[in-house]
């Protein structure tokens, strides 16, 4: 393989430099000068009620307000996969703190004010917060007019219920399956909902001018989706694709919370009512809980029948999803989950049933690992269980049954080239899997967990991405994409596949957060497949200018192109050593020719990708028969911790992960996501937990209440392990791995505190209160 | 309104504010300074972190109008005369992610090792205990500190 300079090496950050010295412009960073207005929301203060009149007489009398809108002033409902969810409340609201109304005035105080004395009456209506509750008959329904919604093809929703989706796939003979198996295990697990915390609060501010032009900036993950959303749901207003643009600074974290479109749209819709000024919409840490997105909750009823060797031989997995009051994004959670809640095993015959059910509590949606975590906290849970009634080590009981390429999923396609065996080999390699830990003192007890992973992006099959290369005099390069470096390197790694291709050192690549006026087409930042599509985008706009560069100078200089290569930013000849034309001599100016006239001009690069061979056609009844994902990233991780006997108390001692990510393009930003992704994990087994009154109201929105790590909480040792197994498709074979770090965390942790106590919680968070609880009710004394 | 004075990043600025004016927002929205961020609003994130007379202090939990003949650095002002070496290792490690909570991480350690040089591990985690990040699982911007001050 031919040597590369550039990807697989850990270059420095393209943001790296903003990011340290203050110089990154995050969205509220941004000035628009005095004329700029201030939006503030009003909050319902009912889980469910109908809305029987606003009066927004008393807010419009205090100075200052400009104006008050209400959902009358924008009855269109929008949504990434379904359409359920409004601007502002209709005629019901759906969970605690939804917004109903928002008041524009000349400062935040006054807009603050005036939102406080806008006047609601409203019928309070039962509410419904169990997704158990909500599936039973006769049940108060949350969206009435379900059947109504417009939908993608892939969502099976039924009206007259609460069910917004029923994922559905059937492989195999189950039953048969599970008569041949000599051991069956069956239990029900629990995952609550979780907050994103991104630091940076969502924010937007949108211009509608005069001529008829909707701008927007947001702190965004999503500015093409935005921008169709946004044409969409406002196209009763005249407003067209063309009229839109989304501007996207800096992301102060996103983590699935600001994908899509949430809070964003208030701020476009907001513009139209007050033409020719900016107007800010700010989040605040409450609302960054309860009104944006939060994690679907979860209860996972999983039946794993397995020969008297491990090997499985049938699984049935019912998931109840508790979606929230709007689905629209959190519906392909459960899709996606549905499929591929087999996890990373052989499994012929199978069963799923994935339930997205309308509750009334915030909206469910994605969030880093997009179900995967979910399902997985049970899965594994399980495996480690029936490895030790059936006396095997729980790291063969995964070998054993571990997928491999070729093999089918769920679905019926098969299984991606994939270095899971080399990952669980690794793993128990690094961690020691046969030594025994000591522990650190007499009420300390040591365990050991093990964990498999795998996440496939979770997109349309149409998902697509795109890129312009253009050089500059120097030879220097502007990259112009429309994914989001969230954090996560992108615009690094997507530096280097250009980098790669046209000899230029990244510090010549300039590559930024975008605009969709001026950057081409990308569907969003999310899924983690942008370093594989975009990457594919990036390479090709590449290839396509170093083409256009060739055929240049093989025209100018009669040279045979296919003798031209690229070395340190110059055009060289296989067989004519002397000839070495620098980039920078041509690629705006053209090659001057002996009669004075030049050929050529500037050298500018496109490409785009679209994974052709996917497609979510399938039979409803199964799910087989499509090719709904276009690949799986796997990888293991064990984990050794030690638990205070006294006050339940987890310490964390030592992590490793292994993840295939097919080709480390900057391995120092891959290490990076391992680090950050196992403390996310880390978080939401050990200390994470929303609490809701008997209203519906989140008690804890805050930072105090509701606890994320600090520096001081982090892991002992942690040893990210990088596999290799290259994707077919990938740029360098490429595939993502950013959401995929904290997926093995939770059931880990889960395994290792039965390892150390002999107690199986099979509830998460597993809060040290649980644990003394437990220990307390637990038969199992103490060795000494 | 009252007209306040104090020194910012080296000058001496002038401002009128409000007697319920938060500093953050006074330097922000009022002043141009925008290194300072707001990620909570209760002192609980250590985003707004601006050094006051050498001491870390939260931007958000100190009225502008206490400030009054004070002297202020942000992450603006360090970085006047080109990076420090602790921004130097924290850069080339590609040590933060999203980069929001890095003005008031850098600030932090920045007055820690101000007065002591060579802090220990715990002394590093302490110091930035208040400045929550949800991106790097703090290791790699530990492990940036270690290399800088680790006794030679």
């Known amino acids: 393989m031919e040597e590369l300079k550039y990807v697989g090496h850990s270059a420095v950050r393209v943001d790296g430099k903003e990011k340290v010295t203050g110089a990154a412009v995050y969205t509220d960073d941004l000035e628009f000068g005095p004329d700029l207005l201030y939006a503030e929301i009003v909050e319902g203060p009912h889980a469910h009620a109908m809305i029987r009149a606003i009066d927004t007489s008393e807010a419009m009398k205090v100075p200052g307000v400009i104006c008050v809108v209400t959902g009358q002033d924008f009855p269109y409902n929008f949504g990434l996969y379904m359409k359920d969810r409004f601007i502002f409340a209709q005629d019901r609201v759906r969970f605690f703190g939804e917004q109903i109304a928002a008041v524009v005035a000349r400062t935040p105080q006054a807009a603050k004010k005036a939102a406080r004395l806008v006047q609601v009456n409203y019928s309070p209506l039962p509410k419904v917060v169990c997704p158990l509750e909500a599936l039973r008959e006769g049940a108060d329904l949350i969206h009435p007019d379900l059947k109504h919604y417009e939908h993608v093809p892939w969502f099976f929703p039924k009206p007259g219920t609460n069910v917004a989706h029923h994922r559905k796939v059937r492989k195999g003979d189950v039953e048969q399956g599970f008569a041949k198996a000599d051991y069956i295990l069956e239990d029900t697990y629990e995952v609550p909902r979780y907050a994103h915390c991104a630091i940076e609060y969502h924010a937007a501010v949108a211009k509608y001018d005069h001529s008829g032009r909707l701008t927007v900036w947001a702190s965004s993950q999503s500015p093409h989706t935005q921008r169709n959303l946004f044409a969409n749901a406002l196209a009763p207003l005249g407003i067209k694709h063309n009229d839109v643009r989304v501007i996207a600074p800096h992301v102060g974290g996103g983590f699935g919370s600001k994908a899509g479109v949430t809070m964003e749209i208030i701020a476009a819709a907001i513009a139209t009512r007050v033409k020719g000024h900016p107007v800010k919409v700010l989040w605040n840490r409450e609302r960054e809980f309860y009104n944006t997105y939060q994690r679907l909750g979860v209860v996972a009823k999983l039946k794993l029948g397995v020969k008297s060797d491990g090997r499985i031989t049938a699984l049935h997995h019912s998931l109840f999803w508790d979606a929230g009051a709007y689905v629209e994004y959190g519906a392909n959670v459960v899709n996606a989950v549905g499929l591929s809640a087999i996890g990373p095993y052989r499994v012929d015959n199978a069963s799923i049933d994935s339930y997205c059910i309308y509750t009334n509590l915030p909206p469910g949606g994605p969030y880093r690992g997009f179900g995967y975590s979910e399902f997985l906290f049970g899965l594994e849970s399980h495996m480690e269980r029936i490895a030790k009634h059936l006396g095997i080590d729980p790291v063969d009981m995964r070998r054993r049954n571990a997928i491999r390429a070729g093999d089918l999923t769920a679905y019926g396609a098969k299984m991606n080239p994939n270095g899971l065996h080399q990952a669980i080999d690794a793993v128990a390699k690094e961690i020691r899997w046969h030594e025994t830990p000591s522990p650190s003192g007499p009420d300390m007890a040591i365990g050991k967990g093990f964990s498999l992973f795998w996440k496939a992006p979770a997109m349309p099959p149409n998902t697509s991405s795109s890129c312009f290369l253009k050089f500059n005099e120097d030879a220097s390069i502007n990259l112009l994409v429309s994914g989001m470096d969230l954090g996560q390197g992108f615009l690094t790694v997507m530096a280097q596949i250009a980098a790669e291709i046209l000899s230029v050192p990244v510090s010549k690549i300039r590559t930024e957060n975008p605009d969709t006026d001026r950057n081409p087409y990308e569907w969003q930042t999310v899924a983690s497949h942008v370093t594989w599509g975009c990457g594919n985008a990036v390479k090709r706009a590449a290839l396509d200018a170093r083409e256009q560069i060739f055929s240049l100078v093989a025209r100018a200089h009669d040279l045979p192109k296919d003798l031209l290569y690229l070395e340190d930013e110059v055009v060289k000849c296989k067989e004519r050593p002397g000839f070495a034309l620098p980039l920078k001599d041509f690629v705006i100016y053209g090659i001057q020719m002996e009669d004075g006239t030049f050929k050529g001009g500037p050298i500018m690069g496109r490409g785009m990708f679209m994974p052709e061979y996917a497609s979510t056609k399938a039979d409803p009844e199964t799910s087989q028969g499509g090719h709904p994902n276009v690949h799986y990233t796997v990888g293991a991780a064990a984990v050794i911790i030690e638990i205070d006997r006294q006050t339940g108390r987890v310490r964390v001692k030592k992590v490793v992960e292994a993840v295939d990510c097919g080709k480390a393009i900057n391995p120092k930003l891959v290490e990076g996501q391992i680090t950050g992704g196992i403390l996310q994990g880390i978080s939401t087994v050990l200390y994470e937990e929303m609490k809701f009154d008997h209203r519906g109201k989140m008690l804890n929105p805050n930072f105090t209440d509701y606890k994320i790590p600090t520096a001081l909480d982090i892991p002992d040792e942690v040893i990210p392990l990088i596999i290799e197994v290259p994707e077919p498709d990938g740029p360098y074979g490429a595939r993502g791995m950013g959401e995929h770090t904290m997926l093995p965390v939770a059931p880990m942790i889960a395994n290792a505190i039965e390892d150390a106590l002999g107690i199986r919680m099979k509830s998460m968070p597993i809060t040290a209160e649980k644990i003394c609880l437990a220990l307390t009710g637990s038969k199992k004394q103490p060795e000494k | ?152």
């Open chain 2, 1 to 152: 309104m009252k007209k306040i004075s104090f020194t910012l990043n080296g000058e001496l600025r002038q401002v009128d504010v409000a007697p319920n004016e938060i500093l953050l927002e006074v330097l922000r929205y009022k002043m141009g300074v925008k290194s300072p961020k707001c990620g909570c609003d209760t002192g609980d994130c250590g985003a707004c972190t601006v050094i006051l007379n050498g001491k870390a202090v939260r931007s958000c939990l100190i009225f502008a109008i206490e400030i009054n003949g004070q002297e202020i650095l942000t992450l603006e002002g360090l970085s006047k005369d080109g990076l420090t070496p602790l921004q130097k290792a924290l850069m080339d490690r590609n040590a933060f992610q999203c980069g929001y909570c890095a003005p008031g991480m850098i600030l932090s350690v920045t007055c820690l090792i101000s007065g002591n040089p060579h802090p220990s591990e715990e002394e590093i985690k302490e110091s930035i205990a208040g400045n929550l990040c949800r991106c790097t699982g703090y290791q790699p911007v530990i492990d940036a500190i270690r290399q800088i001050t680790k006794k030679q």
